[in-house]
């Protein structure tokens, strides 16, 4: 047998193959939010300075009831996101970003 691995990429000893930028809404379940919370806490954590992560989070936030950090999320990911940033993903987090405002408004914060 030949085994030839002097090609192949080594990992980094720091990577964690477990935690992708869009890994947290994986398996998303009503029932599991916390877990689904914690695995985008890590997301964020290793992936600070992209939009997707911080998108999701708020997203996660949002349907466990913590409205006020959900919309924390959302301006960081507003000011993570880049000049040619996927349209979809602008459009999304304009328009959480109005719900924000509307719902600050609504209880009077504006």
Not at 29 to 35: A, G, K, P, R
Request: aromatic share 4%; hydrophobic share 30%; glycine share 4%.
């Amino acid at each position: 047998m030949l085994f030839i691995s002097g090609c192949q990429g080594a990992t980094p000893p720091e990577a964690d193959l477990k935690v992708s930028s869009s890994s947290c809404l994986e398996s998303l379940s009503y029932n599991q939010l916390v877990s689904s919370l914690e695995r985008c806490n890590a997301s964020v954590e290793a992936f600070p300075n992209q939009p997707e992560p911080w998108r999701d989070r708020s997203l996660v936030h949002t349907l466990i009831g913590n409205h006020d950090q959900a919309c924390r999320d959302v301006g960081q990911a507003i000011t993570r996101m880049y000049d040619n940033a996927d349209p979809m993903l602008r459009h999304e987090l304009n328009v959480r970003q109005a719900t924000c405002k509307q719902r600050r408004s609504i209880n009077g914060k504006d």
